[in-house]
């Protein structure tokens, strides 16, 4: 009900054995009548378990969505969204996030692609979109008109053997003293960046030679144990004795310092903090690629990434004919990860199922015995006469 208080109109309104009562704001009886209705209809939407929110823009709802989320996510991840939200804040910015219809994303899809970014990275981008909109329970609606870029499977390269010896001879020269001992642990345990850049001696142990992985990319990576073959322990090993006063809370790789002697006399260390982690190998890495070019030899510098090591290792296990669920468990790979990467790398393993299909003859179904069915079998056509 209505009633005046001075010049301006309150209501009351009984809901639920409680009882409401609030100013209108308005000198108008018609205005707050209006103002009622509506305050009484959030009341009860809000008991029926209907949330309303009021528009917002996209630029503030990414900020909310982003401090919500900050807490839970690694440092890497946080840096990643941010970086997206870059790119999507200047074209979604200003509009409500009502507003956005699936014909914006494609737009934005469009743009995105004639900036030369590649599929992979806008649908990174298209995917904290989702996200954001997603929190607000605005993406249902667009989600069966947005699409996805299709991404390339074939980015990877396994080096062979001719270039992995240049490269390590190469890393063996730098200035870097975790460069070599990196690149062959990355070769020997399929170890990401990552990983590789947070092991810490107390997840090494030489003795019953296996590593055990921290923090991972994926929930199947973390925790995950790695056995150490003969090249990974030798190159662990090495890298223990440049550093004798380790503690099992150092890590293996620290953050270090280098700079070049006078006259041409190599290089030194400065600034060793064994309690922080290298922080960034890419310089010495692809220092030590361009001196891979052999001209005697017309040979040219290597070309790889560093993810590429991680293709080798898995291609190397896949020709000596590891199953793949014993290879999801080294690599780390969610159930979804292992179908996609069967699928990858189904193609390097047909030597190895030659071998399997091999082992029907080996069954004592003869050669012979199949010819004598082949030849007593009915003719038939796949053509219609």
Aim: net charge positive.
């Amino acid at each position: 009900m209505l009633y005046r208080r001075g010049k301006v109109w309150w209501y009351r309104i009984k809901f639920h054995s409680s009882e409401v009562r609030e100013s209108a704001g308005t000198r108008s009886k018609t205005v707050a009548k209006r103002i009622e209705f509506h305050r009484r209809r959030e009341l009860e939407e809000g008991a029926g378990g209907i949330r309303r929110r009021k528009p917002q823009l996209f630029r503030a709802a990414s900020e909310a969505w982003l401090a919500v989320k900050k807490p839970t996510l690694a440092p890497k991840t946080v840096a990643a969204e941010t970086s997206n939200l870059k790119h999507l804040i200047p074209f979604f910015g200003g509009m409500l996030c009502s507003d956005i219809e699936p014909a914006d994303v494609a737009r934005y899809q469009e743009a995105r692609r004639r900036q030369k970014a590649a599929a992979g990275t806008v649908n990174l981008e298209v995917s904290t979109l989702r996200a954001i909109l997603r929190r607000l329970g605005l993406w249902a609606r667009l989600q069966p008109e947005v699409s996805m870029f299709p991404e390339r499977e074939d980015v990877g390269r396994a080096i062979s053997v001719e270039e992995e010896s240049r490269l390590l001879r190469a890393c063996g020269g730098s200035m870097s003293r975790s460069l070599l001992t990196a690149v062959l642990v990355a070769l020997n345990t399929g170890l990401r960046y990552g990983e590789l850049a947070g092991l810490r001696w107390e997840q090494v142990d030489l003795i019953r030679r296996r590593l055990t992985v921290g923090k991972s990319k994926t929930a199947a990576g973390t925790c995950r144990t790695i056995p150490l073959n003969d090249r990974a322990l030798a190159a662990l090993s090495m890298q223990a004795s440049r550093f004798p006063d380790c503690r099992p809370e150092h890590f293996v790789f620290p953050s270090e310092r280098y700079k070049k002697l006078p006259d041409g006399q190599g290089s030194c260390a400065y600034a060793l903090n064994p309690e922080r982690p290298i922080t960034d190998l890419s310089a010495a890495w692809d220092a030590a690629k361009r001196r891979t070019k052999d001209e005697a030899n017309s040979l040219p510098v290597v070309v790889c990434r560093w993810h590429d090591l991680r293709h080798t290792f898995l291609t190397r296990l896949i020709e000596a004919g590891t199953p793949f669920p014993r290879l999801a468990v080294i690599m780390g790979w969610s159930a979804a990860t292992t179908a996609r990467m069967s699928k990858r790398y189904g193609h390097v393993s047909t030597d190895a199922l030659r071998e399997d299909l091999a082992a029907l003859d080996r069954a004592g179904i003869a050669a012979k015995g199949a010819q004598k069915g082949a030849q007593s079998a009915p003719e038939f056509s796949v053509l219609p006469s």
